[in-house]
């Protein structure tokens, strides 16, 4: 007896082997519509379609591909391509459908990644082409794809990334997710905030967000790709925005401020004359950045406000001076603060100069010859004071020598006296 499948395989299967079988077809319409196929296979095509249509199923397979086709007096497609952050992938051809890499990658694009082809060489009002106005690198052979997302400058796709369809997805998807960037210098606060027409600036007390607000922060970066949302963490760089918008509270560990930065055309006045410059408008942002729905309403308000106004919008406080950041501490200055007082850790832990060789070994030098004489002197006055304890022990031993002759020379006499005396005893 033959074992029968598990149902869930035998689903899985069938519903592969219609995919497999719709992408064929689609194929082969393309193929059809260029041109590429004989008479009987253009028939036995169009046998298909009557069938699928008499069935009332094969439309959604046949017109399921959601490519756009672009051309250069759209005007306001071509700016939703380039300049509202949203993600596109946009192949540039001149002819009127996909390409068969297109169509097979299509189904395994992120959800949001929109998908276009698009002259890229026909000539734009402006006078130029996409390729040059953008400046965009042509591949020497093949297909030219790229992706615009996040209000940044198109990639280009490189040859070995259009093998295959897999390939191709997997690069659109990455270059296709939203961004928070933090700004860590003077240089990156100027591109990634200053530079840009809308900036959401979000002010942390620390290096680290709570798990909320990052969550809340990146589904804004997500739905809000007109503006780019950049971090600045207020314990390191110190904000300077003039006195006009001084009222701005302070984040703290649980509550990050938001503000929203609009550049705005302005007049200044140079050598007489009246010429274009570029001021900042500031917005305070109120709703707490935690609360992902009350964030999101609010910020999509002020960008639309700040969208539709030419100048500084409603709610919007021009500011008399650019936006500006500085270190609190330099870096070299809080690492010497960090480092303990003894110098021995410092001279074992980095390479000395030739210099600072010779003078070390000078000091050390001199160090030696001082210890040197040092000893010295001990040593002559260790030998000074033997030489005076010697002499006097040498009167000491003389003044002995001298009352002990003295005594002998006393005692010597005695005896005389007393043989006189004896003598004189007997003759009488």
């Not at 519903?15 to 590429?36: F, P, V």
């Not at 992120?110 to 130029?128: E, F, H, I, M, N």
């Not at 040059?132 to 020497?140: A, E, I, M, V």
């Not at 928070?180 to 002010?203: I, M, P």
């Amino acid at each position: 007896r033959r074992r029968m499948a598990p149902p869930k395989r035998v689903a899985a299967a069938r519903a592969a082997s219609r995919r497999a079988k719709g992408g064929e077809l689609e194929q082969g319409i393309m193929k059809a519509l260029r041109g590429e196929l004989s008479i009987a296979q253009k028939c036995g095509i169009a046998a298909l379609l009557v069938a699928a249509a008499a069935a009332g199923v094969g439309y959604s397979i046949v017109f399921g591909s959601k490519v756009q086709r672009l051309t250069i007096d759209d005007s306001a497609a071509l700016k939703s391509v380039f300049f509202s952050g949203e993600p596109w992938l946009v192949e540039c051809t001149g002819a009127r459908s996909p390409s068969e890499l297109f169509i097979e990658a299509e189904p395994k694009l992120v959800k949001g990644l929109r998908t276009a082809t698009l002259d890229c060489d026909a000539t734009l009002p402006s006078g130029k082409s996409t390729v040059d106005r953008f400046k965009l690198t042509k591949p020497s052979s093949g297909a030219m794809f790229f992706v615009s997302a996040n209000l940044d400058r198109p990639v280009v796709a490189t040859k070995d990334l259009l093998s295959s369809a897999d390939r191709l997805a997997k690069w659109a998807n990455g270059l296709s997710k939203p961004k928070v960037h933090t700004a860590n210098s003077e240089a990156t606060f100027e591109q990634h905030c200053l530079k840009r027409k809308l900036c959401t600036l979000v002010l942390t007390a620390g290096s680290r967000q709570s798990s909320a607000e990052r969550s809340s922060l990146y589904a804004l970066a997500a739905a809000l790709r007109a503006t780019r949302i950049v971090t600045l963490d207020v314990s390191k760089w110190r904000l300077s925005m003039g006195a006009s918008f001084a009222h701005v509270p302070p984040p703290s560990g649980q509550q990050s401020t938001v503000v929203l930065l609009k550049q705005v055309d302005s007049t200044a006045v140079k050598g007489g004359g009246a010429a274009a410059a570029k001021s900042v408008a500031a917005m305070l942002v109120k709703a707490p950045l935690v609360d992902e729905k009350a964030s999101l309403e609010a910020l999509q308000a002020a960008i639309d406000a700040a969208e539709g106004a030419e100048g500084a919008a409603a709610g919007f406080t021009p500011l008399e001076e650019r936006p500006s950041i500085g270190l609190i501490a330099p870096p070299e200055e809080k690492r010497q603060r960090q480092q303990p007082a003894s110098r021995e850790p410092e001279d074992t832990s980095r390479t000395l100069t030739d210099s600072e060789l010779r003078a070390l070994r000078a000091e050390r030098e001199a160090q030696r010859e001082q210890l040197e004489k040092e000893r010295e002197q001990q040593r002559r006055a260790q030998m000074a004071e033997e030489e005076q304890e010697a002499g006097n022990i040498v009167e000491d031993m003389a003044g002995d020598e001298l009352g002990a002759l003295e005594e002998d020379e006393d005692e010597d006499d005695a005896p005389a006296e007393e043989e006189e005396d004896d003598v004189e005893a007997l003759e009488m």
